[in-house]
């Protein structure tokens, strides 16, 4: 009985050294080397270097000259990265209604010469509640408000949108999309740092 305890124990101690230690080395050093800015973290910095965030986590802007991004149900709040995830609402849920409503209502008055219907993006949260991107169309959307806030040309506003519109990945995989934080702080670069 003792001698199969050890062997036991042997196995459990090669087992947590490969997989617990030289395993997960192994590959935090290949990614770094293969790709250092996604094993980073994808931080993003501003002009000046202060990292703001990251390229992979949406965060709330709220400043009519910021395009703003999709509404977050995660935590109370929202925006809370510890508590991702999206609201399991169902369709039948008064909660859920109420919400869409405030935000149709909200975007409504804060958006009163935007083209068209809202984007269904911009009045549903995602399904981890911290999605950075939105679709071209729903930034272009915004995009009357922001040059109003900025007391700039519409069309200089929609020239920065484009020009920071992400294709498919290698093509095929997914839709075009703009990150929200790349582009408020291109925003910014552009037309100087928002003041309201």
Same mark, same amino acid.
């Given at each position: 009985m003792q001698r199969e305890i050890v062997i036991a124990l042997r196995a459990t101690f090669a087992t947590l050294v490969l997989t617990g230690i030289l395993y997960p080395l192994a590959m935090t050093g290949l990614a770094q080397v293969v790709a250092p800015v996604q094993a980073g973290g994808s931080l993003?910095?501003?002009?000046?270097?202060?990292?703001?965030?990251?390229?992979?986590?949406?965060?709330?802007?709220?400043?009519?000259?910021? $395009?703003?991004?999709?509404?977050?149900?995660?935590?109370?709040?929202?925006?809370?990265?510890?508590?991702?995830? &999206?609201?399991?609402?169902?369709?039948?849920?008064?909660? /859920?209604?109420?919400?869409?409503?405030?935000?149709? =209502?909200? /975007?409504?008055?804060?958006?009163?010469?935007?083209?068209?219907?809202?984007?269904? =993006? /911009?009045?549903?949260?995602?399904?981890?509640?911290?999605?950075?991107?939105?679709?071209? &169309?729903?930034?272009?959307?915004?995009?009357?408000? $922001?040059?109003?806030?900025?007391? $700039?040309?519409? =069309?200089r506003v929609r020239a920065v949108i484009e020009s920071q519109v992400e294709p498919r990945t290698i093509g095929f995989l997914g839709e075009p999309r703009v990150n929200v934080l790349l582009l408020n702080l291109a925003l910014d670069r552009q037309f100087g740092r928002a003041v309201d």
């Open positions: 993003v910095s501003d002009e000046n270097g202060q990292v703001v965030g990251s390229a992979l986590i949406g965060q709330p802007f709220t400043k009519a000259s910021y $395009v703003w991004p999709r509404p977050s149900a995660a935590g109370a709040n929202g925006w809370d990265g510890t508590a991702s995830s &999206g609201s399991n609402l169902g369709t039948t849920s008064q909660k /859920l209604h109420d919400r869409a409503k405030a935000e149709v =209502e909200r /975007l409504s008055a804060a958006n009163p010469d935007a083209p068209g219907p809202i984007p269904a =993006e /911009l009045v549903a949260a995602s399904a981890s509640g911290l999605d950075p991107h939105l679709s071209p &169309g729903a930034a272009l959307w915004q995009a009357p408000r $922001v040059a109003r806030a900025r007391n $700039v040309d519409p =069309e």
